[in-house]
């Protein structure tokens, strides 16, 4: 079946613009999750959906950073003024039910601020 | 401290040898741990979970340590495919969230 999906797949934006990253899990996941992986490093977690409530958005690393997700499957990650520190990698992962469940993760967004 | 600690590496190994990589961890409430494979710039992949008795899937087995608090991947007659990043991660915040180490790097050569 399909897997997750992401949008764009590369995104270049300038110094303080405003950038939307979709992600659209695998159908049935209830549970949704954003990580952000910078170079020679492993994914950190940003913010964890269930539903369509963000459970836990303890990694996001400031109010520049938002997510949603309106109806429960797909989601939309918001950077406000970006800065050249947000570039990295975007992935998405979706699990069935986000109780110790296995993570699927989609192909990412390389986003470059520049 | 960081919560994941791997060895980066790289390790450089021959075709046909046996390697293994260790991941520590730091929560000793942690429940539940995975290996995932990442090529470069491609996402993780899941490779196996790792489960107190240990598991094995044909060249590759995992292993877990709670006294020790690490978990261990053994790979056997690696093949040049082999090559890629291996995290370990970790569930942590109830569940909900990985917490992944930097990644080990292998490669394998003729």
């Known amino acids: 079946g399909a897997g997750v999906s992401q949008t764009p797949s590369n995104k270049v934006t300038e110094k303080g613009k405003y950038v939307e990253l979709r992600c659209d899990p695998i159908?049935?996941?209830?549970?949704l999750y954003w990580y952000r992986q910078s170079l020679g490093q492993g994914p950190e977690f940003l913010i964890y959906?269930?539903?369509?409530?963000?459970?836990?958005d303890s990694g996001l690393p400031n109010d520049r950073f938002f997510a949603v997700r309106p109806e429960g499957s797909v989601s939309t990650l918001k950077i406000q003024r970006t800065e050249r520190g947000d570039s990295a990698m975007y992935l998405c992962?979706?699990?069935?039910?986000?109780?110790?469940?296995?993570?699927?993760f989609g192909p990412g967004t390389r986003l470059t601020v520049l | 401290r960081k919560e994941v600690e791997q060895d980066p590496g790289p390790f450089n190994v021959p075709e046909g040898a046996t390697v293994a990589f260790n991941c520590t961890y730091s929560?000793?409430?942690?429940?539940?741990f995975f290996w995932y494979r990442q090529d470069c710039r491609k996402e993780p992949k899941l490779l196996m979970s790792?489960?107190?008795s240990g598991n094995e899937d044909g060249r590759f087995t995992a292993q877990l340590n709670r006294a020790s608090q690490y978990i261990s991947l053994l790979i056997r007659d690696s093949k040049l495919s082999d090559s890629a990043t291996y995290l370990c991660?970790?569930?942590?915040?109830?569940?909900?969230?990985?917490?992944f180490g930097t990644g080990t790097q292998l490669k394998v050569e003729l």
């Open positions: 992962a979706s699990s069935q039910t986000g109780v110790a469940d296995t993570q699927y």
């Open positions: 159908s049935g996941h209830t549970a």
């Open positions: 959906f269930q539903g369509t409530g963000a459970a836990d």
């Open positions: 929560n000793s409430a942690s429940q539940s």
């Open positions: 790792v489960y107190s």
């Open positions: 991660a970790i569930l942590t915040g109830g569940g909900n969230k990985l917490t």
